[in-house]
């Protein structure tokens, strides 16, 4: 059984944050970016959707003291065909450590989602 600590952990914490909030609970709406982010990942609205709701869960880890996203490291990149890659820095409150996080997005003819954080761990 392995126990993720650290960074690992943190990054199953804001992938969970991130996930799709797909539900049937009303008073759970509305948390993550949703499961229809996967198929307009090129156009600038999903992105800008995207981008808002990353700063929103970030938003909320800084006000619980946990992680404070670092606004000007926000990027996209080109992964594979049908890919694209959010990447940014954020701090480790509980450390004030900069890590890095990325996420990446498919789009409806690709795979499903991945993330990588600083030691390469999908």
Request: hydrophobic content about 30%; glycine content about 10%.
């Given at each position: 059984m392995h126990i993720a600590s650290g960074s690992e952990q943190d990054t199953n914490v804001l992938m969970l944050a991130l996930a799709s909030d797909d539900n049937e609970n009303g008073f759970q709406q509305?948390?993550?970016?949703?499961?229809?982010?996967?198929?307009?990942?090129?156009?600038?609205?999903?992105?800008?959707?995207i981008l808002a709701s990353l700063r929103r869960v970030f938003g909320r880890f800084e006000r619980l003291k946990r992680f404070k996203l670092l606004e000007n490291t926000i990027r996209w990149q080109d992964g594979e065909p049908g890919e694209a890659v959010l990447i940014c820095?954020?701090?480790?409150?509980?450390?004030?450590?900069?890590?890095?996080?990325?996420?990446?997005?498919?789009?409806?003819e690709?795979?499903?989602?991945?993330?990588t954080n600083t030691n390469g761990t999908r």
């Open positions: 509305g948390q993550g970016l949703g499961i229809e982010m996967i198929f307009d990942i090129n156009d600038p609205a999903a992105r800008a959707d820095k954020y701090i480790a409150l509980e450390t004030d450590k900069v890590e890095d996080f990325s996420k990446t997005y498919y789009s409806s690709s795979g499903s989602g991945n993330s």
